[in-house]
């Protein structure tokens, strides 16, 4: 667990995570998987431009994604979107799924996986020391133009 001055927020947890996870699952288990995984990562971040020292422009973003990954018959298999809904999820999963038995004809070795158990609802987050989003866009933008 993270420590608590490194907690996801609020927003992010009050997506559909488990429903997420429940439907893409369910769905790599009905088409055979061996393993699968889903992923739902949300990116920040922010630009501040300057021009002769002088305030430009100032934005803020947020990406939001999930990606399923799957071993079927022995191979691995990938799909992304950005759509976070239950149905997106079960057709990235059959994505995947189509992945690795395309790249199955390629696959030199069978994928064999290290016996690991389950980590259910696990959170990660990125390391920092400050989070740049809580500091003042003034503060940020007098650094820069010091530089």
Known sequence: M???????DESFLALPLSALAEAALTRAIDLGCEHADL?????????????DARLEAL??????GLAVRVVHEGTWGF???????????????EEAVAVAR??????????????EPVYRDVRYVS???????????????????DM
């Open 2 to 8: 993270p420590p608590e001055t490194h907690r996801v």
């Open 39 to 51: 992923r739902v990562e949300r990116i920040r971040t922010q630009t501040i431009r300057l021009r």
């Open 59 to 64: 934005s803020d973003a947020e990406d939001l």
């Open 79 to 93: 799909a992304a979107g950005v759509v976070l809904t239950a149905a997106e999820a079960v057709r990235l999963a």
């Open 102 to 115: 395309v790249s199955a004809s390629a696959a030199t070795d069978r994928v064999e996986l290290a016996p």
């Open 127 to 145: 390391d920092y020391d400050v989070d740049p989003f809580d500091v003042p866009d003034a503060d940020k933008t007098a650094l820069l133009v």
